[in-house]
């Protein structure tokens, strides 16, 4: 056991989920300037989408909304920073709690609702962080739909406005239709509602690389509709899993589970069903798309595993927050070693 698992087991598990977050957020900005950067060797390097990533391995969006940590999760080993869920407009998300650990299944529960302060804001913090120089990472944006934002015209015209003021400062753009926790967002991922917000987006952002995330909860035909489209529409990769909202199979005990209540799920449950849905984009579209895998990875050997499967690049949250600071660096050098 790592220090940083007894401190996860005996002093973290009793502070708010979502407060340990912020704490460990505001101690990784302040450390950054002193932290070593740990570039990952030249064996991990990966091109795709235009792009090179010094590790397959990124940080997936929810970590870092408003790009606050940006350099020193870079510093960690990061091959990729993705932040956001970023909105048009800046917004608080749901009520508190909603943040929960499920420690015996190394797992989340979130109903955060895309709390962030918005794109103009964040915009502007990007563009600061690009001023200073080189990120040391690549640095993607996930934009979502704003609350307020009702119908097809309001919500077409709320992604535009993310995509315009953020694009300019992301290395990837992703459309993020596949969060549980936004009252009909999970509707979006249907083509018909799909292809014109994308096709706006990409209007927006010209030729930013753009991908799309879907949720492991979505079945084949859906899968299988939505990797059609990306091809169809020349997206440029696919972001599998977000997380879900299954309780199937947990370890927890039950009444833990239900006092975590409504939202969605991530971490190691949702291995299986995050395999699954990466075969299934393989099996479809083969090496046309940039298959970023994420869901339940929380080690070099499912990174591996995905990698091996077909996904081009992987991602991590909760693995990440119950692996600790040095799990980046960790998993970039078990992977090297191979």
Known sequence: MTLYDALFRHVAVRVPAERTHRIGLRALRAATPVLPHRVPGPALAVSAMGLEFASPLGVAAGYDKDAEGVRGLARLGFGAVEIGTVTARPQPGNPRPRLFRLPADRALVNRMGFNNAGADAVAARLAALRREGPLGTVLGVNIGKSKAATGPDETLADYRWSA???????????????????????????????????????????????????????????????????????????????????????????????????????????????RAVLARLVERVGGRLCLVSVGGIDSAAEARRRLEAGATLVQSYTGFVYGGPAWPGRVNAELAAG
């Open 164 to 274: 315009r003021t953020l694009g300019p400062y992301a290395d990837y753009v992703v459309v993020n239709v596949s969060s549980p926790n936004t009252p009909g967002l999970r509707d979006l991922q249907g083509v018909d509602a799909l292809e014109p917000l994308l096709a706006a987006v990409r209007e927006e952002i010209g030729p930013t690389p753009l991908l799309v995330k879907i949720t492991a909860d979505l079945d084949d035909d859906g899968v299988d509709a939505v990797a059609d489209l990306a091809v169809g529409s020349g997206l440029d990769g696919i972001v599998a899993t977000n997380t879900t909202v299954s309780r199937a199979g947990l370890a927890s005990p039950a009444e833990v589970v239900d006092a975590a209540g409504a939202g969605g799920l991530s971490g190691a449950p949702l291995v299986e069903p995050a």
